[in-house]
Structure formats: C-alpha cells, structure tokens
C-alpha cells in the first residue's frame, strides 16, 4: 500500500509541473511516459499509478496559468472571460478556489455515479454507435453556429475542415509515426504552441490581489458540479467530444454565471479524467490521451479500477491543497513574473521534446498545426474547432468512409 502511495505523489508532483507550466498538457507526459517507464524499472501497474495521480493533479493545476496568465489549454480555454473578471477584481483567489470545489465536486460525485456508470455507459454506447455519427455531426453545427456572426461562422467551419483534414490525413498514414506518437507534435502545434506565441507579445498584469478569500460551499454549486460531472461521464461515451466543446454546448443553454461556470468547467475535466478510465474498462475505448496509453501497457479489469479510483481519491486531497497554495503563491507575485521569460522556456522545452521523440517530421507537423492553431486566435473563435482534427476523422469512421 505504501509503494501506491509514493507512486501517487510522484504522480501528483507531475501533475503540478504539467498544470502549472503554460503548453505542457498531461497528454504529452503520458505518451513520453510510454516511451520511457520500462527503462525506469516500472512495472505496469506503478507506471498507471504514477500517470493516473498526474492526471488528477493536472485536472486541478492547469487552471492557475488560466486565471492568472491568460495561458489556457485547450480544456479551459473558456475558463478565461470569467476567470479574467475575478482577476481584474482583485479577486483571482476566489476563482482558484471555485475551481478547486468544482474539480472536488466532479470527482465526488464520479465516484458516488461509480456504480450505475459500470451498467448506464456501455448501454449508451452500443444503443447510440449506429446513429453517433449524427449525434457528431449536430454537436459540430451548434459549436459552428454558437459564434453567432456570419463572418466567424465562416471561420469556425474553415477551421474545423482544415483540422479535419489534417486529422484524415495524419491518422490514416502511419509509415512514419504511430498513432501515439503523431497526436503529440499535432496537439502540442494545435493548442500549446500557438497559444505560446501569442502569449510572447502580453505581460502578466500587476493587479493587487486579495490573499484571503472564503468561498462557501452553496447549493446552485453542488447542482453546477453535478451537471458538469455528468458531462464529463457523457464525454466518456461520445467519441472525439472534448471537455471545451461540451462545456460550450451546455452552458450557454444552462445560462450559468461566472462563478457557476468555473465550478461547472472544472468538475467536467475532472470527471472527464475519471471516466476515461472507466470507459477504457465499460467498453473496452479510451476517451483521452492518458486512457490510450493507460490502455497500451495494461488490461485494465475490476480489481485494477477500484485501485485506481482510490489514487485519485488520494490524490485529490493532494491536488486541492498544491492548487489552492500555488494560487496564493501567485495572488501574491503574478505581477513580478517575467511571464515573457516563461512563455519562451516552455515553447522551447515542448519543441526539443517534439524534435527528440518524433524526429524531423514530427517538427514539421508541429509547425504546420502551430499555424493552423493561430487561425482562431487571429479570427477571433473558440479554439474548439480546432479539434476538428479528432472530430471529421471519428464521424467518416462511423459513417463507414475512409
């Protein structure tokens, strides 16, 4: 017990440098973890262990260079608007602290959904996969027509085709890289360099922040981290869908304000993070980059499930005090961070890893997905549409094409 235990904090001590640095996604760890673990003694199991606790810390962290630097992933690039709104209050601590009762709130009631999700998720799967092309399809066209004016209509649907085809093509030729191995200069070109350059031109704003913040633990917040967990187990079920785009499709329809909506978004990505392993074991398909890999080095059955729910239950109370403590941190010295300095290490970090592990063409692919990334950012859309690029290749498969 102990040694899951120990694995657990490395795993937690992980998550927290992936949330905390601008760029670096989970998903990268994982598929360079892949490459590595035998070589550092691992057996299967300790390496899940290891990954799943990073995972979880990751879910709470990676919202920190969100409110405070701008820098968002791609899973809490909506976070920013009400993010910002609290930031500019002086009141960025209450933000962290909404989204660490959130991440709490989706794990919570994960674990509570555990026992209907093992029967209710294969169910919907098999009933839906003859029509789940369409259910695609009708989700592209709400997040399409979401951005409301003609002219960024037109921006998101080029987008999402030029992404698409770029997913069609990279996904359906592998002579030179893995499906592993391409997803990760795609995705880290996609959402993480592209938003490291535009960030190179913005500096940290020196905004007096208030230290000391109580958030109470309301009822419209239990049933805003209900709704986002079952998202979140929805996610799990519907393939290529990300937390950002469902979190899109239901918000503006649930009509949440800015508080609710940090509590919503958080408990989404950390139900997400659960049940893509309960997926990986229900209906034997990973929804998320980790799952895939938990997915390629072990069989995943019952008894390995419930170990892994309790890492995250472990690692959870880990992950809420490092996210809470790490928002002080930068409540107190956001403005004295040379946010230039930092954006520059992470691009450069996240491009020699991408030319070590997957070469020259990697590096090309990464630089061509960096350009296409810049498309939303200089059109003004969610960069949702960029997962287009999982999305067009998961619709022709279902709709037997290519």
Request: hydrophobic share 55%; proline share 4%; charged share 10%.
């Amino acid at each position: 017990m102990l040694e899951y235990v120990f694995l657990a904090l490395i795993g937690c001590a992980i998550g927290v440098v992936t949330g905390l640095i601008p760029g670096l996604h989970i998903n990268t760890v994982a598929v360079l973890g892949f490459g590595l673990y035998l070589s550092l003694g691992l057996d299967p199991i300790q390496f899940v262990t290891i990954l799943t606790a990073a995972s979880v810390a990751h879910a709470f962290l990676d919202f920190i260079p969100a409110i405070f630097l701008g820098a968002p992933e791609e899973d809490t690039a909506l976070s920013i608007l009400p993010a910002h709104r609290l930031f500019v209050q002086g009141r960025a601590l209450e933000a962290v602290k909404l989204t660490a009762l959130g991440s709490l709130l989706g794990l919570g009631t994960s674990i509570l959904l555990l026992a209907p999700a093992f029967y209710v998720i294969p169910w919907v799967y098999h009933t839906s996969r003859s029509f789940i092309a369409y259910i695609l399809i009708v989700a592209v066209i709400f997040l399409v027509l979401n951005e409301k004016k003609a002219s960024r209509i037109k921006w998101a649907a080029l987008i999402f085709l030029l992404s698409g085809w770029l997913g069609v093509l990279v996904l359906n030729h592998q002579k030179i890289l893995s499906t592993t191995d391409v997803l990760f200069p795609v995705f880290a070109g996609l959402f993480g360099l592209s938003t490291l350059i535009d960030s190179l031109k913005s500096k940290a704003l020196s905004i007096p922040q208030e230290e000391y913040i109580k958030v109470n633990v309301e009822r419209r917040f239990l049933g805003s981290g209900f709704l986002g967990t079952l998202c979140g187990a929805l996610i799990g079920v519907l393939p290529a869908i990300s937390p950002s785009q469902l979190g899109a499709l239901v918000s503006e329809r649930a009509r949440l304000d800015a508080k609710n909506f940090l509590v919503f978004l958080s408990a989404i990505n950390t139900s997400d993070a659960v049940y893509s392993l309960i997926a990986l074991f229900t209906i034997q398909n990973p929804r998320s980059g980790v799952g895939v890999i938990v997915g390629k080095v072990l069989e995943v059955d019952f008894d390995t499930v419930l170990l892994l729910i309790g890492v995250m239950a472990f690692s959870a109370f880990f992950a809420t005090v490092l996210h809470i403590e790490a928002g002080r941190r930068m409540a107190r010295f956001v403005g004295k961070i040379n946010y230039r300095k930092l954006c520059m290490g992470s691009l450069l970090t996240i491009i020699s890893l991408i030319a070590f592990f997957t070469g020259p063409f990697g590096l090309a692919l990464a630089i061509l997905c960096t350009i296409l990334g810049t498309l939303p950012i200089l059109s003004g859309v969610s960069r949702t549409h960029l997962m287009g690029v999982l999305l067009l290749p998961t619709i022709l498969f279902f709709l037997g094409i290519g």
